[in-house]
């Protein structure tokens, strides 16, 4: 079974910075891409970043400019390093594996659980 675990939310203060991770596990071989989305209170969840197992990378207009997003496949794991984060950025991160081939299945997508970030002003 194909899990993803987030961590690294909290509190940070306007003009702060923090740094999300995910690791997926379940005898994975491999994932085509990873994503971070996030979803404020009363809001639908957005994409905010994603990379491929390629190295290519997008980003919500949004965050482009402080927020990165990296990977790596050999511990498929991939990280959101938020910076100059703002009380807009406020919200439940969650992380999306698409594409994961394991030993003995293969999995469209996967979602964490979430993470929550609070950015005060």
């Known amino acids: 079974q194909v899990q993803l675990v987030e961590s690294g939310g909290g509190l940070v203060q306007a003009g702060g910075s923090l740094r999300l991770s995910c690791a997926a596990s379940?005898?994975?071989?491999?994932?085509?891409?990873m994503a971070w989305y996030r979803q404020a209170p009363g809001k639908q969840r957005e994409l905010v970043a994603s990379?491929?197992?390629?190295?290519?990378?997008t980003y919500a207009d949004s965050v482009k400019g402080r927020f990165t997003i990296s990977g790596d496949n050999a511990k498929n794991t991939a990280y959101l390093q938020m910076n100059d984060l703002q009380p807009e950025d406020t919200a439940d991160y969650y992380c999306?594996?698409?594409?994961?081939?394991?030993?003995?299945?293969?999995?469209?997508?996967?979602w964490g659980q979430g993470t929550q970030v609070t950015v005060s002003s």
């Open positions: 379940g005898n994975i071989i491999a994932i085509n891409a």
């Open positions: 999306k594996a698409v594409g994961i081939r394991t030993y003995s299945s293969i999995y469209y997508n996967r």
């Open positions: 990379i491929t197992s390629g190295g290519t990378t």
